[in-house]
């Protein structure tokens, strides 16, 4: 079962725009994951943010986490075509091995 | 260092028969978990091996199966296909077993079933 839900489903931005994902979450972690997949290939690691991190930062990603609120959000800034994915966030919750729970995915479309 | 890579990366089976999936994760890494991937139950995750030992399984049938070898390559298998069992088959692997590292995912198996 997933273990949220992401936030939008689709997004579709122009070149040069910043685009803002949401992840929602049910149970503590210990750690949560970005993920980028282009048209049904692997999985490209973005980000891992712990539970005591609240920021982070790589490159055009920036990634927080509101444990508070069960929630975390990836900004892509001055995104452009190749940034067309979709994007996963993962949760590995505390006592769970290795195991990842992902969320449902955004579909992100930058056009030109 | 090369990435995760998997093998085969396409195959077409038919209901009934069995299939073998292998993963061979970054050098270094001991750990590898399987993960199902379909348009309508998104990403699930199969099982972990760390050190030849299965560490942890999620909810799928014993039709499913999986082993680790001492060189941390793994294998998945899957008998007595059914036509819902067509999916991409992603492996992952990590360096610990300890859910704080990053996992690193291959290019995946596409498996159809007819």
């Known amino acids: 079962s997933q273990q949220g839900e992401e936030d939008p489903q689709a997004l579709s931005i122009q070149e040069g725009e910043n685009a803002t994902m949401n992840c929602s979450y049910k149970t503590s972690i210990n750690n949560l994951q970005w993920y980028r997949q282009n048209s049904g290939r692997g999985l490209v690691h973005l980000i891992l943010i712990r539970s005591n991190e609240r920021e982070k930062h790589s490159g055009r990603l920036r990634v927080t986490l509101d444990t508070s609120k069960k929630s975390s959000s990836l900004l892509i800034t001055a995104s452009r075509a190749a940034d067309t994915a979709s994007y996963f966030c993962?949760?590995?919750?505390?006592?769970?091995?290795?195991?990842?729970?992902f969320g449902t995915g955004t579909q992100l479309k930058v056009e030109l | 260092k090369a990435g995760v890579t998997q093998t085969p990366r396409y195959l077409i089976k038919t209901r009934g028969q069995q299939v073998t999936l292998s993963c061979s994760p970054i050098?270094?890494?001991?750990?590898v978990s399987w993960y199902q991937q379909t348009p309508g139950q998104g990403l699930q995750f199969l099982f972990e091996y760390f050190s030849e030992t299965q560490r942890n399984k999620g909810n799928f049938p014993g039709r499913f199966s999986g082993r680790q070898f001492s060189n941390s390559r793994s294998e998945m298998n899957v008998s007595t296909l059914e036509l819902g069992d067509s999916a991409l088959y992603l492996c992952?692997?990590?360096?610990?077993?300890?859910?704080?590292?990053?996992?690193?995912f291959g290019p995946g198996t596409r498996l159809t079933v007819l």
């Open positions: 993962a949760t590995v919750v505390t006592g769970g091995g290795n195991k990842l729970t």
């Open positions: 050098s270094g890494h001991r750990s």
């Open positions: 992952a692997s990590s360096l610990t077993h300890g859910g704080t590292d990053t996992q690193y």
